[in-house]
């Protein structure tokens, strides 16, 4: 493997053949579990491990380093002199990277610019996440929390078992974009299902295949959301995607670039909460002490809630670009050396509990979320409801006929599914009380 970055159109560079070399010592050992967290059902024992190979990691294989110290992590993701790897930067920086439709869509899109064009594009986004907004939602998302426990107790009482992502996880999420963006409410498991298929592009290593699935699902999502803006701008009404799509071609910004946005949000805001209400039923159903805490003291469950999304996060890994050269926990990083920063090692950091509600979760700095609260909002609703709803619910111990503890091979990772990695967590399954 070339020690610089490769011509390759991912962000990072694509899995290594078998027939390629391994690279030596600890660079190998880290490549191997990066590796890894694509299969793994529980990747956590990946990331600890990743950490205990110190805060910062030289893989010059890679051209990169691999920080996941949560001091050092906290570091990279706030100081401005560490940047998003743009479109400016993978131009200069990362030949033919171009090649995917779907890589170009997600280097283009809000998580990915620097300022000065990210401020203005959160500034106008975040009109849809502020406090207001997120107040007027919530009987929504909580009438829509109530409809997915519905269906799924209507699976419990006629199969004994049910998935929960089929029911609340994937349609939740799914369905509180479509009211954010003013969508049809029967778009919504489409969106879901493209968002799924194109969150490859965002992969630490994709393959080919999986890149041309993504490119498929970016073309499909870009042609949805080309109608809608197209519409909006022909006959804008009062909600949020009207104004935005007003105001960013009133300041200049392209149509296709609207629209990629546009896309963009939908599928980090569905993506994300769908991992992390997965993750919450699973750790929750996983520990009965904790089930039965719960269930006796609800006023805990903000703290249990900050506590699934600091162990699970669903943005795993982040990348961060040096602009120039620098020393980090004792390693030289060069000017243009790319970040590779692992955001669940960084959490479970034993340094990191020193600090009761210290996470990186949703980032730090001018990057934070802008969704942050609407995924804590969801989240907050969801999880004490599905234990009053079903006081006697665990986890099946099998899966069910039909049903699989992770997604079949070569099929999008439904469950569990987090950005801009996959980490693949076991389908979270509900048995009906006996």
Request: charged fraction near 20%; hydrophobic fraction near 45%.
């Amino acid at each position: 493997m070339s020690a610089v970055l490769p011509a390759t159109p991912s962000p990072y560079p694509a899995t290594p053949s078998a027939t390629e070399p391994e690279a030596p010592g600890l660079q190998g050992q880290v490549m191997r579990l990066l590796r890894r967290l694509r299969t793994e059902a529980d990747p956590y024992p990946v990331f600890d491990r990743l950490r205990e190979l110190g805060p910062v990691i030289p893989v010059p294989a890679l051209n990169a380093a691999v920080v996941t110290g949560f001091q050092e992590c906290r570091h990279v993701l706030r100081d401005p002199a560490f940047v998003l790897p743009d479109t400016a930067w993978r131009d200069a920086h990362a030949g033919g990277w171009r090649h995917h439709r779907s890589v170009v869509s997600y280097a283009s899109s809000l998580p990915n610019a620097n300022p000065p064009r990210h401020t203005a594009l959160r500034a106008r986004l975040a009109q849809g996440f502020h406090r207001t907004a997120l107040a007027e939602l919530r009987p929504v998302v909580t009438g829509l929390v109530h409809s997915g426990l519905n269906d799924l107790g209507a699976a419990l009482a006629a199969r004994g078992t049910a998935d929960l992502t089929e029911h609340v996880s994937r349609p939740l999420p799914s369905r509180v974009m479509c009211k954010i963006l003013t969508l049809p409410d029967e778009d919504a498991p489409m969106l879901a299902s493209l968002s799924a298929r194109w969150t490859a592009a965002a992969e630490l290593f994709p393959s080919e295949a999986d890149l041309d699935d993504a490119d498929a699902a970016d073309a499909a999502l870009f042609a949805y959301f080309l109608r809608v803006v197209q519409e909006r701008e022909r006959c804008p009404g009062t909600d949020f995607l009207s104004a935005w799509v007003t105001a960013a071609r009133a300041e200049g910004v392209g149509t296709d670039d609207v629209v990629v946005h546009t896309a963009q949000l939908f599928v980090t805001g569905f993506m994300t909460v769908q991992s992390s209400l997965t993750s919450a039923a699973h750790t929750v159903l996983s520990d009965p002490g904790l089930t039965a805490a719960l269930r006796r003291r609800p006023e805990d469950m903000a703290a249990a809630v900050e506590d699934v999304l600091r162990d699970r996060p669903a943005a795993a890994v982040v990348g961060r670009v040096a602009t120039r050269s620098c020393v980090l926990a004792g390693v030289p990083v060069a000017a243009q050396q790319r970040l590779i920063v692992v955001v669940p090692a960084a959490n479970r950091d034993p340094r990191a509990a020193a600090t009761s509600t210290a996470h990186l979760t949703f980032g730090v700095g001018i990057h934070y979320c802008v969704g942050a609260a609407l995924a804590r909002l969801q989240l907050g609703e969801f999880l004490p409801a599905l234990l009053s709803r079903f006081p006697s619910l665990r986890l099946a111990d099998d899966p069910a006929p039909g049903l699989t503890a992770s997604a079949p091979e070569g099929a999008a990772p439904m469950a569990g599914t987090a950005l801009p990695h996959h980490v693949r967590l076991l389908t979270t399954l509900a048995r009906a009380p006996r």
